[in-house]
Nanobody
């Protein structure tokens, strides 16, 4: 921890949008896999979106639960990754984390680098 910092969370009504940001150190931003997770109280951590930074011709991967609603992107000049979240639902309420690792299996199970999280609350 300590090399990624999320921001942009907040409270919105269902159907609304938010954009999360994750600023990373040079070292962390150079990780092969960068992306987003979330965890709601009493639920398991869920991966949402990730970028394989070594695969320039391959687009991001998304979990089925957010495909078509969430978009991950990055700004190399700012060492920043974003998560644009549209059509938010109450079920999207969770703490959102960005994470980075050089290995996909590790990124999925226990990322080497991850932030402190930002809370997203969606009301109906």
């Amino acid at each position: 921890q300590g090399q990624l910092m999320e921001s942009g969370g907040g409270s919105v009504q269902a159907g609304g949008s938010l954009r999360l940001s994750c600023v990373m150190s040079d070292y962390t931003y150079s990780s092969r896999y960068i992306g987003w997770f979330r965890q709601a109280p009493g639920k398991a951590r869920e991966w949402l979106a990730r970028i394989d930074t070594y695969a320039g011709g391959v687009g991001p991967a998304y979990a089925n639960s957010v495909k078509g609603r969430f978009t991950v992107s990055r700004d190399n000049a700012k060492n920043t990754m974003y998560l644009q979240m549209n059509d938010l639902k109450p079920g999207d309420t969770a703490m959102y984390y960005c994470a980075a690792d050089r290995d996909l299996a590790d990124w999925l199970s226990r990322p080497r680098h991850w932030g402190q999280g930002t809370q997203v609350t969606v009301s109906s």
